[in-house]
């Protein structure tokens, strides 16, 4: 519960009609995509940066958390509100503000879903790569927050690598602006590249300059089907080793393929053991060359079938597959714990086998599907309730395993809460000391998402 | 003068040959390619990151200024010593310890010479796009801290969008490793990228990840010249808005022209204005067919002859054109003042026409010529002695009218010492506060590059 002075002081920022503490209106602000929840003590809908950097100074002064909030589609649980905190729910700042087709730049409010930018823009022929799985619904200012990825991250790179610039409330309430409208500066600290990725922790934003690139002419989509996912993974890594970069590149696992077909009511796939969908784009006659290519060494790598999305109903039934697994997998199991662990591309192999090693030690179901091109594999555990502890030492294994073959426990998804026990596991106490010395110097009071990404850090 | 105590203890860290304070060795490390100059106490040239912790160590007692140092061709002072400190030259760290051709990565130490690493990659079909104009002498050590660009940039982009991890001894001497092997990674805050750029002030990094992409199959080079600057300037924004992203698109003007030709001793342009050089890459016939279009797009936009590289010696000699201007300049004048301005694209003509304004104003002899692809413009201001006053006043416009037309006072160079005053300028004394106060929490005692990027810190 708020004060009843911070409650009127709340109102008073940002209207009544803004400022919900009734526990239904609550309820809609308490979880995200993650199976935790927690209730706050209000929600606050600002609309302006002068707004929330008003609250952001109530909350220092009465030593308030504070979790600013996009749609509420994360993965880690960066947006799960402190106990009789303040939700900052950014949904009323929603506006495309300018797009910009002589220099290839969009600026838009952070409460933007990811997807209507992409429409606005391609249909004046410019392209925003970034396409988390959630596009339709997620907002920009959360894909920010979490440096999301997606699918085309293999050749396009991720959230960070399009933002520019951004307008942030720093957690002591002053607005500034980092970065600008170049691709090009290096004038001073990269707050701007510091504060995307860290999760709602370090700053509010509230005004996002994304770079954009003109639309490719064309795309070729491939499905291939193997027998097992050991001769998927290696297709996968020999598709990059020659030299072509797809736009996607995804591999789906047996058990995956069997959920989605169960679903879908579809045998896309004969009986087959494994999927990878291949996309290539630009001119023409690249893609296809580059889309011929691929098919070639898949077949050598022992593809049994190799099918090419002839028309866009074709290429849009391969996608809905992929795109239907999570929803499909509830059918095997009531919960799964889902992870997004990233292995250096040649490690594919190998990790898939050690996590089958994993799901048998334990007797767990566990299913892979997920970006091969940049070697980032979601990783599902589908349980009961009473699977839950043999699952979080399965996680535990699995995160000490990709750490051992190079790699990282969260290529996406963020650390957030469920994975801020594990980061000690991948990054030394020098390193987190270092971040946390980071958050102490602009967050003194440790208002703005406290107890998120590092465990020490409790909700107030 | 240091200590000599302290010499004592830096010589038994790194050896006494390792630690020079002869005044004859101390001023070959007393300047880099600024006009700057400033002596320090003594020069350590360390093996090892743990020699690096050990002296920075004994600098947080000592309380002296710690200046790291590659090739010392850092364009805005970032390596000019402090008076009396130790500078730390990382030429003996030069070893590429690791290339990956499976996962396209590269681990090497900051000493190695950037055209070095270019060359090993390149033979084995990789390709490491980075390019500084100076990259057959600068290391990749001094392109990581001031986030060096270059002519690639356009369409690869600059020296932070390829390193994925560091080995960096923080200011108070713990040794961290940021980032890691993979592409994507959001475990935690993103150190990797506040140390890339932040020119030697918030760490020494002493082993440097770098991603590779395969090498392009085949590149195409065109020349085209101009009457005037305007319509190359315009040229080449139509050839950006027409969705070609060329691997170089670079502009020089008349007066940087003249020089080039009477420095070669080769009429290149028979009297134009202005030149482009657009060089296009991918498969090749891709490659030819933006280049045919970006042809077209500079004649209809009024160039009187486009020439073709038909072999690799005519190509070497337009380059050899665009990579000669700096030595050629001198020919103009005995010093240059030399800024690297970006501004959006649409806008360069504009910068172009206040440039020539300044250039007017003062009587000043201004030469541009640069990345007319990204916006990033090296103005060079050609003076004696005597005119370093109206040199001074006129950066002054060129900043204040580049920041008007949505742009940034450093590109590529850095702030440095050259540009601290300017700073301001263009971010917000919230923005330098919140940087500071980032400086402040990881190296409390500013031992590190003090005076650098922020004018208040003074050397000690």
């Given at each position: ?333 009531p919960k799964k714990v889902n992870e997004d662990i990233v292995v250096p591309r040649s490690r594919i192999a190998d990790i898939l086998r050690e996590i089958g090693d994993v799901a048998q030690r334990h007797g767990l179901l566990i299913v892979n599907f997920g970006h091969a091109g940049d070697g980032n594999i979601h990783t599902n555990i589908m349980i009961d309730d009473a699977d839950l502890p043999r699952a979080d030492a399965a996680v535990r294994e699995i995160f000490t395993a990709t750490l051992r073959l ?55």
């Amino acid at each position: 519960m708020l004060k009843p002075s911070v409650l009127r002081e709340l109102k008073s920022i940002v209207g009544p009609a803004n400022c919900l503490a009734s526990p239904e209106e609550l309820l809609v602000y308490s979880y995200d995509a993650t199976r935790q929840e927690s209730l706050p003590g209000a929600v606050a809908r600002p609309r302006t940066a002068r707004e929330i950097s008003e609250i952001l100074r109530l909350a220092n002064r009465e030593r308030l958390p504070i979790v600013p909030r996009g749609a509420g589609t994360g993965m880690s649980g960066g947006s799960i509100p402190a106990r009789d905190g303040i939700v900052l729910s950014l949904e009323r700042m929603n506006d495309i503000l300018e797009v910009d087709d002589e220099n290839f730049i969009a600026v838009v409010e952070p409460g933007v879903i990811t997807g209507d930018l992409q429409r606005e823009v391609e249909s004046r022929g410019l392209f925003y790569p970034p396409d988390p799985a959630s596009r339709a619904f997620c907002t920009i200012g959360g894909n920010v927050a979490e440096c999301a990825g997606g699918l085309r991250a293999v050749k396009y790179g991720v959230t960070k690598d399009y933002v520019l610039g951004l307008e942030v409330v720093l957690p002591t309430g002053e607005i500034v602006n980092t970065g600008g409208r170049t691709v090009k500066s290096v004038a001073g600290y990269d707050l701007t590249k510091l504060i995307v990725g860290s999760e709602g922790t370090l700053g509010v934003v509230t005004k996002i300059i994304v770079k954009l690139l003109p639309l490719p002419e064309s795309v070729r989509t491939l499905a291939a089907y193997f027998n097992d996912v050991k001769s998927a993974a290696i297709a996968s890594s020999d598709i990059m080793a020659a030299g072509i970069i797809p736009r996607a590149l995804e591999f789906i696992d047996q058990a995956a393929l069997r959920a989605v077909e169960g679903y879908l009511k579809e045998d896309l796939s004969r009986g087959a053991g494994a999927m990878l969908i291949v996309e290539t784009d630009g001119p023409p006659d690249a893609a296809t060359r580059e889309a011929d290519r691929s098919a070639g060494i898949m077949t050598r790598a022992g593809a049994v079938r190799v099918v090419r999305a002839g028309s866009d109903a074709e290429r849009e039934l391969l996608w809905k597959a992929r795109q239907s697994i999570s929803p499909a997998l509830y059918a095997l199991k009531p919960k799964k714990v889902n992870e997004d662990i990233v292995v250096p591309r040649s490690r594919i192999a190998d990790i898939l086998r050690e996590i089958g090693d994993v799901a048998q030690r334990h007797g767990l179901l566990i299913v892979n599907f997920g970006h091969a091109g940049d070697g980032n594999i979601h990783t599902n555990i589908m349980i009961d309730d009473a699977d839950l502890p043999r699952a979080d030492a399965a996680v535990r294994e699995i995160f000490t395993a990709t750490l051992r073959l190079g790699g990282s426990i969260t290529g996406e998804h963020g650390v957030g809460l469920t994975k801020a026990a594990y980061l000690p596991l991948e990054t030394g106490p020098d390193a987190i000391a270092a971040m946390k010395r980071i958050k102490q110097a602009l967050d003194p009071n440790n208002i703005l998402n406290p107890g998120k990404i590092f465990l020490e850090q409790q909700c107030i």
